[in-house]
């Protein structure tokens, strides 16, 4: 991935950049509006909010790691790289769940009402497009998906979860998903940023990497606005 790109390949991936980066600024606007996180900016969020919220993020984030799975076994040997780097992203996400489990029975929260729970409705779309999409053959567009869901955690989780300790005074232990994907994201999108400008990337994949990531986008914001239905 360190050969020097044609002049077509460095076209192909300074569009992709720009494009992801217009996908991306949507979704912080999009954001800005979801009632707990504007609650969360203003100061007025609530221990039940932040339980609220681990709640609903659990139900989708132990489909996580089965659906990087998913696709990894549909990545054929031409796409051995992709293949490779979803089967190391599996391995590493599988117990994330378990981080919110603690943090939320931290907060007080009951750990077998957390497991009985179920998907709100956002998380229910989102799971839904990233296992139908995990089945297709090869299915590159899931760099979009991977863009948004890993710079979110790069990008905002450490920030949501220093204000949830400044408004609600909570400890550590009580924030540990939000704070460990700041460091954890931040390796995985440096491994994407490494995908997406090595030139493995064509016009058509593209193309469908915008897409995805403009999908999840909207979804994982649903996700937000959604909690409890």
């Known amino acids: 991935m360190t050969t020097e790109l044609t002049a077509e390949a460095s076209a192909t991936v ?10 991306w600024v949507e979704l912080e606007e999009r954001l800005a509006e ?14 039940d909010d932040y339980l609220r919220l681990l709640f609903n993020l659990r139900q989708q984030v132990v489909d996580g ?9 549909n990545f054929d040997i031409a796409h051995f790289e ?17 981080m919110i489990e603690r943090d939320y029975v931290a907060v007080g929260g ?6 009985a729970g179920r998907k709100n409705l956002g998380s229910e779309a989102l799971s839904g497009y990233m296992f ?7 299915p590159v567009g899931l760099l979009g998906a991977m863009f948004i869901i890993e710079g979110l955690g790069a ?3 450490a920030g949501w979860a220093n204000r949830f300790q400044e408004v609600l005074g909570l400890a550590d232990n009580q924030v540990h998903f939000m704070k460990y994907h700041e460091v954890a994201d931040a390796q995985h999108t440096g491994g994407l940023d490494a995908i997406l400008t090595s030139g ?9 990497i915008v897409r995805c990531a403009q999908v999840v986008a909207r979804l994982y914001a649903l996700q937000l606005e959604e909690l409890d239905r």
């Open 155 to 157: 990008n905002r989780a």
């Open 34 to 47: 979801v009632p707990i996180l504007r609650r969360l900016e203003e100061g007025t969020v609530t221990i």
């Open 110 to 115: 009951s750990l077998d009402d957390l497991r």
């Open 132 to 138: 139908t999409y995990a089945d297709r053959p090869n």
């Open 14 to 23: 300074e569009s992709l950049t720009e494009r992801l980066a217009d996908v």
């Open 82 to 98: 992709l293949r490779a780097a979803a089967i190391r992203h599996a391995e590493e996400e599988h117990r994330d769940y378990l």
């Open 200 to 208: 493995i990337i064509d016009d058509a994949a593209a193309d469908e």
């Open 65 to 73: 790691s089965p659906w990087i799975s998913r696709a990894a076994s």
